[in-house]
């Protein structure tokens, strides 16, 4: 089935760099996103790669894609104490479809 | 972007009786709305799909019978917890699908808090 895994945790200090790792089993997944969750609130869509593109850049955000590998990873530059957060992947085969959530990587920031 | 809130954010509600929490789109309608749970520290899990006008497609293990969804317009879902027991607490997420823009999108209410006591 489809499934979704990224690691749990990530820590970096503030002004570094963090990159965001993830995999998915669906090779017919059409969106791919990275959601943001800050504690006890509901998911922002930080953004979203068409699996026809191999990165997007957005600002401070950068998602690389490896679609023969089904690898996404997202590049948060000059990282700040803002970002702590947990970041979600997910993949649905059209935008607004049934999406399929990772478990989530807790980004700690340190100052 | 587009904005979905929800409604309440927050509720404590004894054993037994029932919720409803509601999930609406501000500034665009949406035939399509999906809920979701999630559990402390873990994913968003899908429990079904919403589809105005029609009835609301489950997953598989979620009970019909105790999460009612009604999304009787293009703005508005409800998702009632029926006979609520302790271990429904947890965080319920509702979103919505925007069709109208240029890209087909999903976009999420800030969460319902649910405690039952």
């Known amino acids: 089935g489809e499934d979704v895994e990224q690691s749990l945790f990530l820590s970096v200090r503030e002004g570094d760099s963090s990159v965001i790792n993830c995999t998915y089993t669906?090779?017919?997944?059409?969106?791919l996103y990275w959601y943001k969750q800050e504690p006890g609130a509901g998911l922002q869509l930080l953004t979203y790669?068409?699996?026809?593109?191999d990165m997007k850049q957005d600002q401070r955000l950068t998602v690389l894609l490896n679609k023969k590998d089904k690898h996404l990873s997202l590049r948060i530059a000059d990282t700040q104490t803002g970002d702590s957060a947990i970041y979600f992947c997910?993949?649905?085969?059209?935008?607004?479809?049934?999406?399929?959530f990772g478990a989530g990587t807790r980004l700690f920031v340190k100052a | 972007g587009a904005v979905v809130s929800q409604h309440p954010s927050r509720v404590i509600c004894k054993s037994g009786t029932s919720v409803k929490i509601e999930c609406r789109s501000l500034d665009f309608q949406a035939t399509t709305m999906f809920w979701y749970r999630q559990f402390p520290k873990q994913s968003l899990m899908l429990m079904a799909t919403s589809n105005e006008g029609s009835k609301a497609t489950y997953e598989q293990g979620v009970e019909k019978d105790k999460f009612l969804i009604n999304h009787a317009s293009l703005t508005l879902s409800t998702l009632t917890v029926t006979s609520a027991h302790p271990e429904d607490s947890s965080f319920y997420i509702c979103?919505?699908?925007?069709?109208?823009?240029?890209?087909?999108?999903?976009?999420f209410g800030p969460g319902t808090r649910l405690t039952v006591l």
């Open positions: 669906d090779s017919s997944s059409t969106y």
């Open positions: 997910a993949e649905s085969h059209t935008g607004g479809f049934k999406t399929i």
């Open positions: 979103s919505a699908r925007d069709q109208g823009g240029a890209t087909d999108t999903q976009y």
């Open positions: 790669i068409f699996s026809n593109m």
